[in-house]
């Protein structure tokens, strides 16, 4: 092997150890301080009943964690669907007919409202989920590896020479997930648990029971629990073992046997001594316990009657009412209940036929290849696929409306043609000479009187004379247009005042 030059400063990157790695090698040198001592009071073994505790608060902070994410997922899962959904709706309202769109913007204005509840609800649930979960795995951490170090820790003869003691001479090392289940629970997230966790019960929590034990040979032979000045600790701690702990503070290691910390006061405003690892974990879980979880009702087209009476559904239709009444023509005092029933329907039958079946059969445009297609809705299914045929709808409409908007300024525009006259005014004209433009004398019979002229028709010239009003101290300009009239088959010259 070529030896390295004294002036090579360069320095070979150290090898990295995973976490499971460090419990190992924990676990190994935990192993060596197992030895025969016959002469102190501590070097006592962790009791089952000790691992028993520690074991159920960190499967319900792993369980937490799982949780956590689980909600957050379902919340999402929720939206995600509900997105598409109100995107189907979009499209659909945009391409239907005039009378089957105020429904569907019912619907519309329903899924969205339910939308924007659902991302509120999980923004706050995400926001105490993540602290909730960082303080839980990592209270669970501490506890997780304290009982893999103890449950290791054995001499050669690991009936008498051990640091956990679960039942008889067994050391505890391959029974543990058997006589303690709670042990057993790992960290991985497999999507199978998709509730919140319930908060852990500290203030009812089993605390009887020894925390430590003598085994029935060589008492006190476990090292990790040893305070004597000649073993592994420093000799101030030795001396009093106020800082000496494992599992981040519960089982605690003192000059006599070890002791374990209560954990009842939690979530009291004063938790006393109560690691404050617990008492974190139990602040974040408790905010994050409090927090809307994803409904089991699910807001889709085959399930209608099951949210039907949905609050925001009402208010949907509430929102609408007025409008929605006076499009339908609905009587005076319709509820906003017959209303929704008129528009959606009241059972799943009945939404189906009024809003689903003909939803599916709406035409819309879709691009393939270098040609634009039509298409019915039912046919699209993707997110994409909707946003397409949705955004080429909506162009369609906005020029639509700009043509309507252009041909309505070009009326207002052009001159407005005499109001059509009826039977009472033409007889407040009277008689004789004002008996004209619209209507006629009726000679015929004893009833003589002032009639509407079925056959009139205003002069060519009577709409330029109303253009060419003057306002009021506008210069006058003085030009005339010499234009045609044809009366009783003569022809003659008028001058027609065009501008004034």
């Given at each position: 092997m070529q030896q390295r030059r004294i002036n090579d400063t360069t320095k070979?990157?150290?090898?990295?150890?995973s976490v499971r790695c460090n419990t190992l090698i924990s676990a190994v040198i935990a192993a060596l301080l197992v030895i025969t001592k016959t002469e102190g009071t501590a070097g006592n073994a962790m009791s089952k009943a000790a691992a028993t505790r520690l074991c159920k608060l960190s499967q319900n902070y792993i369980k937490t964690t799982k949780g956590a994410i689980g909600a957050v997922k379902q919340w999402e899962k929720k939206i995600t669907n509900l997105q598409l959904l109100h995107l189907r709706l979009q499209t659909a309202a945009c391409a239907a007919p005039m009378a089957e769109q105020p429904a569907l913007n019912v619907l519309?204005?329903?899924?969205?409202?339910?939308?924007?509840?659902?991302v509120n609800k999980l923004t706050a649930m995400t926001q105490k989920a993540i602290p909730a979960a960082a303080a839980s795995m990592y209270a669970a951490g501490h506890i997780k590896q304290t009982i893999d170090v103890f449950a290791a820790a054995k001499g050669g003869d690991a009936s008498t020479r051990f640091c956990l003691h679960l039942t008889g001479t067994d050391s505890g090392a391959g029974q543990l997930n058997t006589l303690i289940p709670e042990c057993s629970e790992?960290?991985?997230?497999?999507?199978?648990?998709?509730?919140?966790?319930?908060?852990?019960?500290?203030?009812?929590?089993?605390?009887?029971g020894a925390v430590h034990t003598t085994q029935n040979t060589n008492a006190q032979s476990c090292q990790l629990t040893d305070t004597g000045s000649s073993k592994g600790y420093t000799a101030g701690a030795a001396t009093d073992g106020t800082g000496i702990s494992w599992a981040g503070g519960l089982f605690k290691v003192s000059t006599g046997s070890p002791t374990m910390t209560s954990i009842h006061q939690a979530k009291a405003n004063n938790a006393g001594p109560t690691p404050p690892i617990v008492v974190i974990a139990a602040k974040h879980n408790a905010e994050l316990a409090a927090c809307e979880q994803a409904p089991e009702i699910v807001v889709d087209h085959g399930n209608f009657e099951s949210w039907k009476a949905d609050a925001d559904l009402q208010q949907s239709v509430e929102a609408a009412h007025l409008a929605q009444a006076q499009i339908t023509k609905l009587p005076a005092g319709t509820t906003k209940d017959e209303l929704r029933k008129k528009l959606v329907g009241d059972t799943q039958a009945e939404f189906n036929s009024k809003i689903w079946d003909?939803?599916?059969?709406?035409?819309?445009?879709?691009?393939?290849?270098?040609?634009?297609q039509t298409k019915t809705l039912k046919e699209l299914s993707t997110k994409t696929e909707l946003e397409e045929a949705?955004?080429?709808?909506?162009?369609?409409?906005?020029?639509?409306?700009?043509?309507?908007?252009?041909?309505?300024k070009i009326r207002k525009q052009m001159p407005k043609e005499k109001q059509t006259e009826r039977d009472e005014t033409c007889e407040k004209k009277g008689t004789g000479y004002n008996c004209k433009e619209g209507c006629k004398w009726d000679s015929d019979g004893g009833n003589k009187k002032c009639v509407v002229d079925p056959d009139y028709k205003p002069p060519r010239g009577e709409g330029a004379k109303k253009m060419g009003r003057k306002k009021r101290n506008a210069p006058i300009i003085k030009k005339r247009k010499i234009a045609l009239e044809i009366t009783s088959g003569n022809v003659m010259l008028?001058?027609?005042?065009?501008?004034?």
């Open positions: 070979p990157k150290p090898p990295t150890i519309v204005t329903f899924v969205g409202n339910k939308i924007n509840s659902y790992e960290v991985n997230f497999d999507g199978t648990q998709t509730k919140l966790e319930p908060e852990f019960d500290y203030a009812n929590s089993d605390e009887s003909k939803l599916k059969e709406y035409s819309v445009e879709k691009s393939s290849a270098d040609e634009i949705l955004a080429r709808c909506q162009q369609k409409r906005r020029q639509e409306t700009t043509k309507l908007i252009e041909e309505a008028s001058k027609i005042p065009v501008f004034l």
